[in-house]
Antibody, heavy 121, light 107 residues
Framework: EVQLLESGGGLVQPGGSLRLSCAASGFTFRSYYMIWVRQAPGKGLEWVSG????????YYEDSVKGRFTISRDNSKNTVYLQMNSLRTEDTAVYYCAKPMATFGWYGINYWGQGTLVTVSS | DIQMTQSPSSLSASVGDRVTITCRAS??????LAWYQQKPGTVPKLLIYAASTLQSGVPSRFSGSGSGTDFTLTISSLQPEDVATYYCQNYHSVPLTFGGGTKVEIK
């Protein structure tokens, strides 16, 4: 059974940092690109970042470029999202997500339960 | 970046009605489009990928069509359990943008 378990969310002041983790199991992690998607309270889905499976090529949505860093450790089956210089508009539930097929971007067939990040003074 | 524009943003229809949601990409994405359903308090669920392929386990009343820049999600006969927000997503190129969502309610 595929499982994606996020952790690391919480309350942080503007300008602060958080590191999200997503522990994956139930599939061959090293073969899949991985994705972070967020959803602000009462709002729609927003793709935040993605990382390729092997060379770790990283991609970001414009508003987080230079502030967020995605990484992965294939030996630990874990993907991370380091979030620096956090802004109030980064407040959202952050989902870790897995594409439905290997070695590329596809529709997302598994989502974690989400971790809430609240940026507030 | 590819922008995804969904319409309408919300709709209200009767049980049994045919419901159509459209999604337009700002540039051609061939068939690299997915549709998701999100019910309140739950994570999104993949309904359709490759613009028209039904994900396993999804009821056949859901269907998708289109290619290039214009796509459609159709519910052939709306059921009470279909109350949800529906999103399209481009997975042709990063950033893998989502549409703004369409909230479907029962009249």
């Amino acid at each position: 059974e595929v499982q994606l378990l996020e952790s690391g969310g919480g309350l942080v002041q503007p300008g602060g940092s958080l590191r999200l983790s997503c522990a994956a199991s139930g599939f061959t992690f090293r073969s899949y690109y991985m994705i972070w998607v967020r959803q602000a309270p009462g709002k729609g889905l927003e793709w935040v970042s993605g990382i390729s499976n092997s060379d770790g090529s990283a991609y970001y949505e414009d508003s987080v470029k230079g502030r967020f860093t995605i990484s992965r450790d294939n030996s630990k089956n874990t993907v991370y999202l380091q979030m620096n210089s956090l802004r109030t508009e980064d407040t959202a539930v952050y989902y870790c997500a897995k594409p439905m097929a290997t070695f590329g971007w596809y529709g997302i067939n598994y989502w974690g339960q989400g971790t809430l990040v609240t940026v507030s003074s | 970046d590819i922008q995804m524009t969904q319409s309408p943003s919300s709709l209200s229809a009767s049980v049994g009605d045919r419901v159509t949601i459209t999604c337009r990409a700002s540039q051609a994405i061939t068939h690299y489009l997915a549709w998701y359903q999100q019910k309140p308090g739950t994570v999104p669920k993949l309904l359709i990928y490759a613009a028209s392929t039904l994900q396993s386990g999804v009821p056949s009343r859901f269907s998708g069509s289109g290619s290039g820049t214009d796509f459609t999600l159709t519910i052939s006969s709306l059921q009470p359990e279909d109350v949800a927000t529906y999103y399209c997503q481009n997975y042709h190129s990063v950033p893998l943008t989502f549409g703004g969502g369409t909230k479907v309610e029962i009249k």
